[in-house]
């Protein structure tokens, strides 16, 4: 039987520290991975890390050349499932993924402990599921709560 293909996305930095503590988790599946910085990809043994432009709500035409970068990403790997553990370049992986047909997740940064990012709260309705690391932030419709990757 053919492993589900995942692509894995995060900014770099602590969303990129967070997302490699799922990696364990992430060893059954087919994974991909995408980031705004490659150099720490390699750092972490991904030579073949997919590059996403740095963007965020201050960098409109930035955010553009992002969101057409993960789409591409999104079309070349054509992934079962996206996950993101953010930021912007995450949220645009979730949405191309959403509009292609892929499963969604998207597990806000534990750096968030007073409320959902705004790609967090992006993410509770366009991801299939949308996960806090904070119990206070969860509520019946998302985000949920499911433990801290911490």
């Given amino acids: 039987m053919e492993r589900p293909k995942v692509l894995a996305v995060a900014s770099g930095g602590g969303h990129w520290e967070q997302l490699m503590l799922l ?48 789409m591409r990403i999104v079309l070349r790997h054509r992934p079962d499932v996206i996950l993101s553990t953010g930021a912007a370049p995450g949220f645009f992986c979730i949405l191309a993924g959403r509009l292609l047909g892929a499963r969604t997740l998207w597990i806000d940064s ?36 499911h433990g801290s990757v911490l």
Avoid at 117 to 142: D, F, I
Wanted: net charge negative; charged share 15%; proline share 6%.
């Fill in 110 to 145: 534990a750096a968030n402990g007073e409320e959902l990012s705004m790609c967090g709260k992006l993410s509770l309705r366009v991801a299939h599921e949308c996960w806090t690391q904070w119990e206070h932030l969860a509520a019946p419709n998302g985000p949920h709560y």
């Fill in 23 to 70: 990696r364990p988790t992430l060893a059954r599946f087919d994974v991909r991975f995408a980031t705004t910085e490659t150099a720490v990809a390699l750092q972490h043994g991904i030579a073949d890390a997919a590059s996403l432009p740095d963007c965020n709500q201050n960098m409109p035409f930035r955010s553009l050349l992002c969101a057409f970068a993960a």
